[in-house]
């Protein structure tokens, strides 16, 4: 494939970057797979992103989109761009095993709905990465580009793998509690998890209604609003979207802003568990922004929301993987076994009394949006940890998940061990645009440029 053609797949072009260079003739679709191809066939065999990758597939959905081209059609917003699917998301012509051996070789009859989407849009499905164990806390194969002797984080490993890999330049995942960012963090990529609601879940592992959101992996900021703008949308399948106008994120997300944002810097009930590095890294990152920023501390009564949390998710995972469960839990993880009991030990009281705080929950935390644009926290309590035995520890996602909130992680940060650090920037539900144009001003802070 040669120096050159590898350089157009750069993880620093990012999607946007190629798609200008297929607009402008530089690269075509088919050019562009088989540099992510052969980009696979280098590092996959070490990090071991991908459930399932279909090479003569890609090459002819590539073939495909460039032909559509040549015969004057208008291309499609993500035009030729390959796309990793987590392998919790349906796709009916590969197989979507959900991450454990109970569902070996299955095949779905129709897309999911975001990837019928990404099809409309002219994207390449690159093929299914791995997920842990039905999206919870077993880990699968792929282990953290940056050193394979540490986690990638979980559930969405492998999508976020691959785009740290620069395997493929976009990826989709999801998140119950912390699936996206916290491997975003790990993986030093840009995860994003838009408001609940936003992005349609049908032909997606059910595991928890209540909380389940799907989420994107890109190398840079532009891309992931991209990505989502062609994602975005009602879905009568899904009865947490709704009807409104187009996102248009990628539009909007590198307009300066009228003033600078301010951002409050909340710890949470958590702090206690973030390491060294990160404690340094946020010191640092308050005497940088200076006025920009405020410690904020939230009231006792957000303490409980892990505990709710965890009511929600065991209580629902207990029932949407009863049949895998009852036919296969010998063959189950010890720790989704005792998810699921756990969760079926949650009383009906109690399920109802949790959900009932989560319109608290945002309550309390739409108060801070008359003062702060956004909110900073940690994205994880420190770099991902040595070992591939467990997926990281995801509290530092929790309660915005819970809230159904925005969130963002900038790769901005590293350990002492050099490994990436997560910075988490959170925004207010439905406010998706104006986190991303803050993310961009707090991304050109730390690096030293100005609008």
């Known amino acids: 494939m040669g120096d050159m053609r590898q350089a157009e797949v750069d993880r620093r072009d990012g999607a946007a970057g190629l798609l200008a260079a297929m607009r ?25 992103a991908w459930a399932t990758i279909d090479p003569e597939l890609v090459l002819r959905q590539a073939r495909a989109c460039d032909e559509y081209r040549r015969c004057g059609g208008e291309p499609g917003p993500l035009h030729g761009l390959p796309v990793g699917i987590k392998d919790i ?52 194969p792929t282990r953290n580009p ?82 989502v703008d062609a994602l975005a949308g009602c879905d009568d399948g899904d009865p947490a979207t709704r009807p409104q106008a187009p996102l248009r994120l990628h539009a909007g997300w590198a307009r300066p802003l009228p003033m600078p944002p301010r951002f409050a810097l909340v710890r949470t009930a958590y702090w206690e568990r973030a390491d060294a590095d990160t404690r340094e890294a946020f010191d640092e990152l308050q005497t940088l922004l200076g006025d920009a920023v405020e410690e904020v501390r939230l009231p006792a009564q957000f303490d409980d929301a892990w505990r709710w949390h965890a009511s929600i998710m065991e209580a629902d995972i207990a029932r949407h993987y009863r049949h895998e469960y009852e036919r296969g839990g010998g063959s189950m993880s010890a720790s989704l076994r005792s998810q699921i009991e756990r969760g079926r030990a949650v009383a009906a009281v109690d399920y109802a009394d949790a959900i009932d705080r989560i319109a608290a929950v945002v309550a309390g935390l739409e108060e801070l949006r008359s003062e702060y644009d956004a909110i900073l926290t940690p994205a994880a309590p420190g ?34 061990n050099g490994l990436p650090l997560g910075l988490q920037l959170v925004g207010y539900r439905g406010g998706d645009a104006r986190l991303l144009a803050c993310a961009r001003w707090l991304e050109r802070r730390v690096v030293g440029e100005e609008d």
């Open 146 to 227: 940056h050193e394979l002797s540490h986690t990638p984080g979980g559930s969405s490993s492998g999508s976020a793998a691959a785009v740290a890999a620069g395997m493929v330049p976009l990826a989709l995942g999801t998140q119950t509690n912390g699936s996206v960012i916290r491997p975003a963090a790990f993986c030093g990529v840009v995860g994003f998890k838009p408001s609940f609601g936003l992005l349609p879940r049908t032909g997606v592992l059910r595991q928890s209604p209540v909380l389940d959101q799907l989420g994107v992996f890109a190398a840079r900021l532009e891309d992931v609003a991209l990505l």
């Open 24 to 48: 402008d003739g530089r690269i075509g679709a088919e050019e562009l797979a088989r540099a992510c191809l052969a980009r696979v066939e280098q590092v996959e065999g070490e990090v071991r």
């Open 383 to 416: 770099t991902a940890p040595a070992g591939c035995g467990s997926t990281g520890d995801p509290g530092f996602c929790t309660l915005w998940t819970l809230a159904g909130m925005p969130a963002l992680n900038l790769p901005l940060m590293h350990g002492a």
């Open 89 to 140: 998301i349906d796709t009916a012509d590969l197989p979507t095993e959900l991450g454990t051996p109970i569902h070996a070789g299955r095949r779905p009859q129709r897309d999911a709905v975001v990837v019928t989407r990404l099809r409309q849009a002219g994207a390449v499905i690159m093929g299914k990465t791995v997920t842990t164990e039905l999206a919870t806390y077993a880990p699968g």
